[in-house]
């Protein structure tokens, strides 16, 4: 039973578009994040949930829009896809807020052309 | 300049050899460092977990943190085709706090 499950896998879009990602733990964490890994490999953080609430924010254009309905879910809303979202996301979870182990999802490549 | 600094590779050893792993960073406010491997086309997953300076071994694995220098080290005994994966160095300045990753290494322990 997969602990951290993102949908699509994979996701290929033209400039412009509106594309979602969803993510559900099965793990009873209290904390959720997104990660966004470029090509250089480089894993960056988007944001953090814990509990449904917002609690990190990094600098990420407000194209993206991260929606968490319950603990168990964190979905990334992209509005007018850019060349520069492609990447992998990924999405983690943690038992709690401090906790240093994060679980994290198989990813979703996200190709925009 | 990126806050951890990780060469990226690839590193190329013979089974059986030992793998050495290091990590560089600025911020002399980091206190907790990781070690995670992750496999191609696959999440990340933690290997090892060190709080402040020192030494940690798990099995095959040794984590070593040199706050003086800012250097985190992670070495692979008798090393296996298995180990071969990226492997990114994780490190925050306080527990809740956000990671910060390097880029990752990528390692082929050739049989």
């Known amino acids: 039973d997969t602990a951290v499950s993102q949908t699509p896998k994979y996701l290929v879009t033209q400039m412009g578009n509106d594309k979602s990602i969803k993510c559900e733990q099965n793990?009873?964490?209290?904390?959720m994040y997104w990660y966004k890994q470029d090509s250089k490999k480089f894993l960056k953080i988007m944001f953090s949930?814990?509990?449904?609430?917002?609690?990190i924010n990094e600098t990420v254009p407000n194209r993206f829009s991260p929606k968490s309905p319950d603990k168990a879910h964190l979905n990334l809303h992209i509005n007018s896809l850019e060349l520069g979202d492609s990447a992998v996301y990924f999405c983690?979870?943690?038992?709690?807020?401090?906790?240093?182990?994060?679980?994290f999802g198989p990813g979703t490549r996200l190709t925009v052309t | 300049q990126k806050e951890v600094e990780q060469d990226p590779g690839p590193l190329s050893v013979p089974e059986g050899a030992i793998v050495s792993l290091n990590c560089t960073y600025s911020?002399?406010?980091?206190?907790?460092f990781m070690w995670y491997r992750q496999y191609s086309r696959k999440g990340p997953e933690l290997l090892m977990y060190?709080?402040?300076?020192g030494n940690k071994e798990d099995g095959r694995f040794t984590a070593q943190v040199d706050k003086s220098s800012k250097y985190i080290s992670l070495f692979i005994r008798d090393s296996q085709p298995s180990d071969s994966a990226t492997y990114l160095c994780?490190?925050?300045?306080?527990?809740?706090?956000?990671?910060?990753f390097g880029g990752g290494t990528r390692v082929l322990v050739k049989p």
């Open positions: 983690a979870s943690s038992q709690e807020f401090t906790d240093y182990e994060q679980y």
């Open positions: 793990l009873g964490h209290d904390t």
């Open positions: 949930y814990n509990n449904k609430e917002l609690i």
């Open positions: 911020n002399s406010a980091f206190q907790y």
């Open positions: 060190t709080y402040s300076s």
């Open positions: 994780a490190m925050s300045k306080a527990a809740g706090n956000k990671l910060t």
